[in-house]
């Protein structure tokens, strides 16, 4: 099973936090998220356990 995720926008009022993510995540390999402070990691997991909702795109499991 892969997780694919296709346009994804993520805004908190008028800050942008993602701004069209597209990633296709395959199943049975080990992926990292890197980045600075306030790059959006954690917003992405939250959003993809169903802790948040995005403003717009779409996740396909």
């Known amino acids: ?7 994804l926008y ?3 009022g008028k800050k942008n936090v993602l701004n069209n993510i ?3 995540f395959q199943a049975e390999k ?5 980045g600075n402070n ?3 990691k954690s ?6 356990n ?3 909702f995005d ?3 779409k996740i396909n499991s």
């Open 38 to 40: 306030g790059a959006g």
């Open 10 to 12: 993520k805004t908190y």
């Open 43 to 48: 917003t992405l997991l939250n959003i993809i």
């Open 30 to 34: 080990i992926y990292g998220l890197l």
């Open 22 to 24: 597209s990633v296709n």
């Open 55 to 57: 403003t717009k795109g």
């Open 1 to 7: 099973m892969s997780l694919i995720i296709e346009n």
């Open 50 to 52: 169903n802790r948040i």
